[in-house]
């Protein structure tokens, strides 16, 4: 399928009320824009590679509240790297998401995508089951990360309905701010140019907890607020 059509059905999908199918749609989605940037890498290289090349747009538009960088997960024994170290959230949606949409198997209970709660934002982790649960609105990074991607600035145009919303902070539905994918294919920097002006407050997961976690924009550094319980993070 034409990867402005994973696009645009992962947002069909999304609108309808059926996030699974939205979520196989945008992992299509990044791999195609992961075979045109890397066409020499095999499949699960090209897309953590592409995601991780891409992860300021994901953390932002999909997972703000969570640094998609920096965070490794504690997964089972069998979804450890090969040299025994957690994944971090490239490597989490590709085994757990892309690898069972692609083959066509459902997502485990203990990793499925979380509906919008009272937050906007939601993410569960299991310290002692291992599961964990990223929220929906992934679906919306791994599009952007595809719509903004400089290799994909020869897309063709698509209905000017079809868009991508990001916003800074929890503020009215005013503060969004809405882009045209039509207008924004391989736009990347643009995009950043505008959200990384703004501080964030997120959550830094790792083996042993999570973490709070406040920067400043141009700061290299991160000041750790409060460490979580060890059991479940939800945020």
């Not at 999909?62 to 960088?69: E, P, Q």
């Not at 989490?92 to 949409?101: D, E, G, P, Q, T």
Request: proline share 6%; charged share 25%.
């Amino acid at each position: 399928m034409r990867l402005s059509k994973e696009v645009t059905k992962a947002i069909d999908e999304f609108e309808y009320g059926d996030p699974e199918s939205a979520m196989a749609h945008a992992c299509m989605a990044v791999d195609g824009s992961a075979k045109i940037a890397f066409p020499h890498m095999g499949v699960g290289a090209r897309f953590t590679r592409f995601l991780r090349d891409h992860v300021d747009v994901l953390e932002r538009m999909g997972l703000m509240g969570l640094d998609a960088a920096d965070s490794r997960f504690s997964v089972p024994k069998e979804m450890l790297r090969s040299d025994g170290t957690a994944p971090d959230v490239a490597e989490l949606i590709y085994s757990v998401h892309r690898c069972a949409h692609g083959h066509g198997d459902a997502v485990a209970e203990s990793f499925e995508l979380l509906p919008p709660g009272d937050a906007d934002w939601h993410l569960q982790i299991g310290m002692e089951d291992r599961s964990v649960r990223l929220p929906e609105s992934v679906i919306w990074g791994l599009l952007g990360a595809t719509v903004l991607a400089a290799t994909n600035a020869e897309q063709p145009a698509v209905a000017p309905y079809y868009k991508l919303h990001w916003q800074p902070g929890r503020g009215q539905q005013a503060d969004w701010l809405a882009m045209p994918i039509k207008d924004w294919w391989g736009r990347e920097q643009d995009f950043l140019d505008i959200a990384l002006l703004h501080p964030r407050s997120f959550l830094r997961v790792t083996p042993e907890g999570p973490h709070y976690v406040t920067v400043e924009p141009g700061s290299g550094g991160v000041e750790i607020v409060a460490q979580l319980g060890d059991d479940i993070a939800a945020y």
